[in-house]
Nanobody, 120 residues
Framework: QVQLVESGGGLVQPGRSLSLSCAAS????????IAWFREAPGKQRELVAM???????FYADSVKGRFTISRDNAKNTVYLRMNSLKPDDTAVYYC??????????????WGQGTQVTVSS
């Protein structure tokens, strides 16, 4: 069984920073592309950032220059450093990973989400 567990969310003032982590555990052979999504109230879930196995990155225009995604393959963990936070960044943030398990199967997994609230 594969699990993704996010941590690091919370309440932060506009302009401040916050870091999220997502740790994958269980029977894992390989982790391919990992991504952060977010879902704000009344809005569709959207891609925030993603990172490939070779550490190529992609960012949504709304966070480019403010957010940084990184990964530690030895720890099966992905991070999202969020700077200059805005109220519009308020959402539940979800980790998503493309993972191969020892039985050879490959699937997409989601974490349970962590709330980020940007407010004064």
């Amino acid at each position: 069984q594969v699990q993704l567990v996010e941590s690091g969310g919370g309440l932060v003032q506009p302009g401040r920073s916050l870091s999220l982590s997502c740790a994958a555990s269980g029977r894992i052979s390989s982790i391919y592309t990992i991504a952060w999504f977010r879902e704000a109230p009344g809005k569709q879930r959207e891609l925030v950032a993603m990172i490939t196995t070779s550490s190529n990155t992609f960012y949504a225009d709304s966070v480019k220059g403010r957010f940084t995604i990184s990964r530690d393959n030895a720890k099966n963990t992905v991070y999202l450093r969020m700077n200059s936070l805005k109220p519009d960044d308020t959402a539940v943030y979800y980790c998503n990973a493309d993972i191969r398990t020892p039985d050879g199967s490959r699937a997409n997994y989601w974490g349970q989400g962590t709330q980020v609230t940007v407010s004064s």
